[in-house]
């Protein structure tokens, strides 16, 4: 499966953004599917991620109440809507997907098989 992510770009501190994680090559149906960033000088973290089949959605604190994912089954796209963002949000982000995650393992990057590129999001106060 291939992903491309969009829909980054600079916004003032409180502003909105909503990523897009598209796929192609099959169905995204039984994949989760993440959302991850890193800012310059860290490590890649977790935002965020949907299972398919379940219907399940995770976040992780720092976004929780603020960033919401969602899918389109008939886009083939997975949404990332981000609210109330702070500078601290500043990151290039990137979606990633995987077929067999258990629940313990969504939260790490090195469990996922398919990623996009990165989009970035910079948030200024």
């Known amino acids: 499966v291939q992903l491309q992510a969009s829909g980054g770009g600079s916004v003032l501190a409180g502003g909105s953004l909503r990523l897009s994680c598209s796929a192609s090559g099959r169905t995204l149906y039984g994949y989760t599917v993440g959302w991850f960033r890193q800012a310059t000088g860290k490590e890649r973290e977790f935002v965020s991620a949907s299972r398919w089949s379940s219907l399940s959605t995770y976040y992780a604190d720092s976004v929780k109440g603020r960033f919401t994912i969602s899918r389109d089954n008939a886009k083939n796209t997975v949404y990332l809507q981000m609210s109330s963002l702070k500078p601290e949000d500043t990151a290039v982000y990137f979606c990633?997907?995987?077929?067999?995650?258990?629940?313990?393992?969504?939260?790490?990057?090195?469990?996922?098989?398919?990623w996009g590129q990165g989009t970035q999001v910079t948030v200024s106060s």
């Open positions: 990633a997907a995987d077929r067999s995650l258990i629940l313990s393992s969504i939260t790490g990057p090195h469990h996922y098989d398919y």
